[in-house]
């Protein structure tokens, strides 16, 4: 679409805008719910925004408040504006903020990216690989679908799981990023309504937006899904695509339960919505206790696109991860990845097969290692930092903790300087906002994450003590 063709009108714009009477300055408060609209694709980017004496009249304010709300916009880059042709939304840097997150950080402690170290065994069987590279180093070495053997092992996993698999359903890719991505190829046409948690991970949000999505997000936190709202989006707006992530969501650790997997996958049918349901985290229960089947177990038609990963269970190093769906589709989908890549490396797949076959001994030995570092974690922020909320995660990498005043960009500064590398709320928010919030993973030692919390709360004492003026005013 060239520049100019999509347009927002002043009235349309003051609607999404909403009531903001109470908020002062007033200016400010429409310029953040603007930059809101175009970080959560409510506002498409690249749209023409309503001449200031228009959005002024619908909003009922004077022209200079407009003004001054298009000037912050245009500073804080959310517009581009031309003399005499008018202004249009755009993303700061491009959109690129989100991404920066995951850049592994070697100098402080890293509580920010929650990758694990390999799991025990991974040598021995990467060795192992390489003598069974005989039998395939004759022949072409790609495998557009995945090894034979590897699609067996996925398969029989979701077996184990509840959930009846073909090998022929499978489709391995380069991680639950690369099936993403992909997914989004398949499904997504620019404008299309696409459903996503808020806060959810932000990779996959970027990618969403990168397709042109009108991005609606819906809540969740550690207690779970707003099951209201999210059938209302399904029945109100008829999503092209939803992606969740049901098991030990990324960041807030929460997981769906089986009533809630049945009513959104029959929501989705009702509204006609493909569900990408992402599983990177799923294998990573640390309590005892029934985790209820993945959600495709409740898809009658097709419409659930599960997306897995060795990432997390394994390592990250080990590039492999797969998408679960129909066997018509993993072909159509094999299409579509062949527009980036023709193939995952055979290496590593028979790696990854190998140590699948020994999935329980993985599973129980991430358990206990997960467990201990969580609650070394929780019991270091009871101690130092008796005001923070959350609620203890039962499976995945993260705790999702709730700071009393909302300042967690102005700690992740303060901290870097003492040592430690959280992640802020804002990173997995849609609308830029979330700034009570602070992902911790607990990927590390207990000996490290002790240390780690130490320096926040030092880091902590400091921020609220010198409040750093970062962008307070524009919190809501
Ligand atoms: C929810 C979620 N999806 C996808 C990914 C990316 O996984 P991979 O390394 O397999 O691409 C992650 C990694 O943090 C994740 O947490």
Redesign the pocket.
């Known amino acids: 679409m060239s520049v100019g063709e999509r347009r927002i009108n002043g009235h349309l714009l003051a609607r999404l805008i909403g009531p903001r009477a109470h908020e002062r300055p007033y200016y400010l408060a429409v310029a953040r719910a603007v930059s809101g609209l175009v970080l959560d694709g409510r506002v498409p980017t690249r749209t023409r925004l309503p001449a200031e004496r228009d959005l002024a009249a619908a909003l009922g304010v004077s022209r200079n408040t407009v003004t001054a709300a298009y000037t912050w916009l245009r500073e804080n880059g959310y517009l581009d504006s031309r003399q005499g042709a008018g202004s249009w939304t755009v993303l700061p840097d491009g959109g690129a903020g989100a991404a920066a997150l ?1 850049v592994p950080d070697a100098e402080h402690i890293d509580l920010g990216v ?2 694990p170290a390999a799991v025990e065994g991974l040598q021995e069987a990467a060795r192992r690989s390489v003598e069974q590279l005989s039998a395939h180093v004759g022949g072409q070495g790609y495998a557009p679908f995945g090894l034979p053997e590897l699609r067996h092992a996925v398969a029989r996993r979701y077996v184990e799981r509840g959930l009846p698999t073909a090998p022929e359903q499978i489709l391995v890719t ?7 991505a992909m997914l989004l190829d398949l499904l997504v046409d620019p404008g299309d309504p696409v459903l996503v948690e808020t806060p959810t ?1 932000p ?2 949000l970027d990618s969403a937006r990168r397709h042109g999505a009108r991005v609606r997000t819906v809540g969740v936190g550690p207690h779970g899904w707003d099951m209201e709202d999210l059938v209302d989006a399904f029945r109100r707006w008829r999503p092209k695509v939803a992606y969740l ?1 049901p098991d030990f969501q ?1 960041p807030t650790g929460a997981l769906m339960d089986d009533d809630e997997r049945a009513a959104v996958a029959a929501e989705a049918r009702r509204a006609g919505t493909s569900l990408i349901v ?1 599983e ?2 799923a294998e990573l229960a640390i309590d005892s206790g029934d985790q209820p089947a993945p959600l495709a177990a409740h898809d009658t038609d097709g419409r659930v696109y599960t ?1 897995g ?4 269970l394994l390592w ?1 190093g080990l ?3 797969w998408v679960r769906t129909t066997p018509p589709m993993a072909e159509r989908l094999m299409a579509v990845r062949q527009r980036h890549d023709l193939s995952s490396p055979i290496l590593d797949q028979l790696t990854v097969t190998r140590l699948l076959a020994d999935v329980m001994r993985v599973r129980a030995e991430r358990s206990r290692q997960l467990r201990r570092n969580r609650d070394a974690l929780t019991a270091a922020l009871r101690d130092r930092l008796p005001e923070w909320r959350f609620t203890t995660p039962s499976g995945g ?1 993260v705790l999702w903790a709730e700071l009393p005043r909302p300042v967690a960009t102005a700690l992740g500064d303060v901290a870097l300087r003492h040592g430690v590398h959280p992640a802020p709320g804002p990173v997995f928010g849609a609308e830029g906002t979330l700034e009570r919030f602070l992902r911790l993973a607990y990927t590390q030692p207990p000996d490290v994450l002790g240390d780690a919390v130490d320096r926040l709360a030092a880091a902590y004492a400091e921020t609220l003590a010198r409040p750093v003026p970062v962008r307070r005013d524009l919190y809501v």
């Open positions: 995951f929650a990758a380069n991680g639950a990023q690369h099936s993403v991970y990779h996959a992530i990324n992402d990177s985290v997306v990963s060795v990432a997390k990250g590039r492999i991860g990498l």
